[in-house]
């Protein structure tokens, strides 16, 4: 009897063990040990910014070496010091000097200290986002082990006079010579959607972006524009080398973050998402015999960015080529388990992997 008591027992943990690993959506990088370089940049701004606000006579060096020292190496490169400093000033302190004399100006502007109040409210300074974070970074480690993971940062900005989304800080890369350089998050742009102090002409579906929920995707989407070649358009790239180019970058960001929704991952509503899902072998349809066409312009209505494709109805979603893609890719990698993500990424044979997709969508 004892010993069917403990064959018992033994089953009821091993299904307990088992069904934790199952429902652990981060078990399969636990092994992955990371260390990530992290600090709130935009909290030193905050303290910097509040001392000036009570003492705007304070001199530029006395709130650098009291405030921003610490960071040297991060504001440096934000206040780009190699391009205004020759080499061999770059690491004295005629650089201390340079970054105390053009940021403390503008830390003590009033109204840049009411935006890095409304952000420190927003992110309190126990804000998880090493946790957030990690669990992507790792698993950009276990698919791409040689990767090069920078130092992240946060920081705060003004805001961009006439809303012109390329000059949108939101994401930066810092890119440093022999460093893997450093990734900071704009968090002005991660207020929520409905912040009234953006500028006006950004669109809404765009301002929708603004908000701590995209902090992964537009991280790893980043990412993956600096890991995927480019499609050079001297080339002359067709309309099937830019979907699957698009679809290369999709599946990279639903890979790296597959606990993520796709609606978060494809930057779609629920609406969207059905639309495409409802549509896909119509529009597959649609642009079959356009899909070795090299003029952009007829079909830029399926690759830029919009609140829909203004070809089709108000209700469909948006950059239908990247979600075609992104089905074309899928299906190539099922079809293909010896591929790599690593190998993936730096593919640049699209017909092929067109063709070795197979990718046939059935009318819903």
Not at 6 to 28: E, R, Y
Not at 29 to 39: C, V
Not at 274 to 286: G, P, Q, S, V
Request: proline content about 7%; charged content about 25%.
């Amino acid at each position: 009897m004892l010993r069917i008591w403990l064959h018992i027992a033994f089953g009821i943990v091993t299904f307990l063990l088992l069904t934790q690993c199952d429902t652990d959506p981060n078990a399969d990088i636990q092994d992955i040990e990371l260390e990530i370089d992290f600090s709130r940049a935009d909290s030193v701004m905050w303290e910097a910014s509040a001392a000036l606000q009570e003492n705007p006579d304070m001199a530029p060096m006395e709130v650098y070496d009291k405030f921003l020292i610490h960071e040297k190496g991060f504001l440096g490169e934000w206040v780009d010091v190699r391009r205004f400093l020759p080499p061999n000033l770059q690491n004295t302190p005629k650089a201390d000097t340079f970054i105390a004399r053009t940021l403390v100006p503008i830390l003590a502007d009033s109204n840049l200290f009411m935006l890095l109040d409304t952000v420190r409210k927003v992110f309190p300074y126990d804000y998880p986002f090493k946790e957030r974070i990690t669990p992507a970074l790792k698993r950009l480690v276990k698919y791409i082990p040689d990767v090069q993971i920078p130092a992240y940062r946060t920081h705060v900005n003004g805001f961009v006079a006439h809303g012109d989304m390329r000059q949108v800080d939101q994401i930066v890369f810092l890119p440093v010579p022999d460093s893997p350089g450093y990734f900071t998050f704009g968090l002005h742009y991660f207020l929520g959607k409905n912040l009234p102090y953006y500028p006006a002409n950004i669109p809404q579906y765009q301002k929708n972006r603004f908000s701590e929920e995209y902090l992964e995707v537009l991280m790893v989407e980043s990412i993956a524009n600096g890991m995927v070649p480019e499609v050079s358009p001297s080339q002359q790239p067709t309309l099937l080398d830019r979907i699957i180019h698009a679809g290369i970058k999709q599946y990279f960001v639903q890979q790296i973050l597959p606990n993520t929704p796709d609606t978060l991952c494809l930057k779609y509503t629920e609406k969207q998402l059905y639309w495409a899902d409802l549509y896909e072998a119509r529009i597959y349809k649609e642009l079959m015999d356009d899909l070795f066409d090299t003029n952009f312009m007829a079909h830029r209505d399926y690759i830029m960015d919009k609140p829909y494709t203004t070809s089709l109805a108000q209700e469909s979603a948006p950059r239908l080529g990247e979600y075609l893609g992104w089905k074309i890719v899928s299906n190539y990698m099922d079809r293909h388990s010896e591929v790599t993500l690593d190998e993936l990424i730096e593919t640049t044979d699209y017909e092929m992997i067109f063709r070795e997709a197979r990718y046939k969508p059935v009318p819903k």
